[in-house]
Nanobody, 119 residues
């Protein structure tokens, strides 16, 4: 069984910074792509950033957010700077993981962490 656990969300004023963390655990053989999505109230879930063979960012994240990984820890991070009220959302990490006993990479999701940008 594979589990992703996020941490680091919270309340921050506009212009502030937060660092989200996500650690994958369980019977993991390998991880390919890891990344972050977010979902604001009343809106669809949207991509924020991914890290795999290349790194990709949503236009809204470029220049403000940085995704990084620690493969030894099966972890992915999202450093968010210059936060805006429109960044308020639940942030979800995901990872494409091949578990022991499986030939395939499956998409796994964390439970989400709330980020609120407000004064």
């Amino acid at each position: 069984q594979v589990q992703l656990v996020e941490s680091g969300g919270g309340l921050v004023p506009p212009g502030g910074s937060l660092r989200l963390s996500c650690v994958a655990s369980g019977s993991i053989v390998s991880i390919s792509t890891m990344g972050w999505y977010r979902q604001a109230p009343g809106k669809q879930r949207e991509l924020v950033a991914t890290s795999g063979s290349s790194t990709n960012y949503a236009d809204s994240a470029k220049g403000r957010f940085t995704i990084s990984r620690d493969n030894a820890k099966n972890a992915v991070y999202l450093q968010m700077n210059s936060l805006k009220p429109e960044d308020t959302a639940v942030y979800y990490c995901f990872a494409d993981i091949r578990a022991f006993g499986s030939l395939w990479w499956l998409n796994h999701w964390g439970q989400g962490t709330q980020v609120t940008v407000s004064s």
